[in-house]
């Protein structure tokens, strides 16, 4: 059973997420230029990110994606780790999000499951197929008999641009190390070649004064790690 520490329902917030896809073999260029001209996120500057991605059997959520459909869901359940030590938190963060175009709308519950345990549960476990339904008593749609499908796990710095405010995050490393073996056939736990730098807010083109991105090999464009993961899980291209 999930238990949420958040009593009230919980509200979603809106904004715009813009992606510049990156090699991940240069990203620490990338990340040493911020440095310079950034300042690190007081709240959240550096970790681990993982997350287990829930679909349906015919993957719904993953064809939305594919397909670019205009609406999009994704079902998570998140967790962190220090980006040094790669020691779990104790807590963890089931969410729901949702596109709507270019829009986003989130809803995130804290939940009672400590990061080490899911860190080493496998996807098979009776556990994590009761706790998508939390979303659903707490009136979230997400439609019904929701699987963990993969984990992807992935190393996370968090930026602020001084002159104008934006949010900026660098997502590199990313891998997929596990998946269900009843939603997948095998397993590729290989690392993709890509990297994501993402600019979060109302702003929608990188500020004048990051503009040199671009000429360090950020290129603007859609990025799923969960469509990508998958594709690379069952070595197929879309």
């Known amino acids: 059973m999930i238990e949420s520490t958040n009593k009230t329902k919980p509200h979603p917030a809106s904004q715009h997420e813009t992606k510049f896809v990156i090699n991940n073999s240069s990203v620490h260029l990338i990340i040493q230029w911020l440095r310079c001209r950034c300042l690190p996120d007081r709240e959240f500057p550096a970790g681990i990110v993982s997350s287990i991605y829930y679909d349906t059997r015919d993957w719904r959520f993953l064809r939305e994606k594919i397909n670019s459909d205009y ?9 962190y780790a220090d980006i040094d030590s790669e020691e779990p938190e104790d807590k963890s963060y089931l969410e729901a999000k949702y596109k709507v175009g270019p829009k986003r709308e989130k809803v995130r519950i804290k939940t ?7 860190s080493r549960v496998g996807l098979d476990n009776r556990k ?3 706790i998508p339904g939390f979303l659903r008593s707490m009136g979230v749609m997400v439609g019904s008999a929701l699987c963990p499908a993969f984990k992807i796990t992935y190393k996370r710095l968090r930026f602020v641009e001084p002159t104008t405010g934006a949010r900026l995050s ?6 997929a190390p596990d998946v269900n073996r009843r939603m997948l056939p095998r397993t590729n736990p290989f690392g993709l070649r890509s990297a994501v730098f993402e600019l979060k807010g109302p702003m ?3 500020p004048d004064v990051l503009g040199q991105l671009t000429a360090l ?4 464009q859609s990025f799923s790690k969960y469509s990508t993961c998958y594709a690379k899980i069952m070595r197929i291209t879309f």
């Open 128 to 130: 994590l197929l009761h």
């Open 204 to 206: 929608r083109e990188l």
């Open 112 to 118: 009672d499951f400590s990061g080490k345990w899911l």
């Open 217 to 220: 090999g950020c290129r603007k």
């Open 170 to 175: 660098v997502d590199y490393d990313i891998r």
């Open 71 to 79: 609406l999009k869901t994704k079902v998570r359940l998140r967790w």
